[in-house]
């Protein structure tokens, strides 16, 4: 009876140990996200330039001819 009780009482500080030590760990990225942000801004701020720029219409075609100024356009 008395290592069992031993155990249980064991089990149950490593459980709060393993519990304290996750917490520290979600603190400790939470923190770092907070601190450093998120780094995939450039690479999504990089897709919209670039979708951006391929949305972009720089000359029609009429008549088999390339219009390409504003003034050729309208």
């Not at 030590?21 to 995939?40: H, I, P, T």
Request: glycine share 2%; aromatic share 10%.
């Amino acid at each position: 009876d008395d290592y069992a009780t031993e155990e249980r009482i064991a089990q149950k500080d490593l459980d709060t140990a393993l519990n304290h030590q996750e917490q520290f760990w979600k603190d400790k990225s939470r923190v770092q996200w907070l601190m450093e942000g998120d780094r995939n801004t450039s690479y999504f701020h990089r897709l919209t330039k670039i979708r951006h720029a391929t949305n972009i219409i720089s000359r029609l075609q009429k008549d088999g001819n390339f219009l390409e100024s504003n003034e050729e356009i309208e």
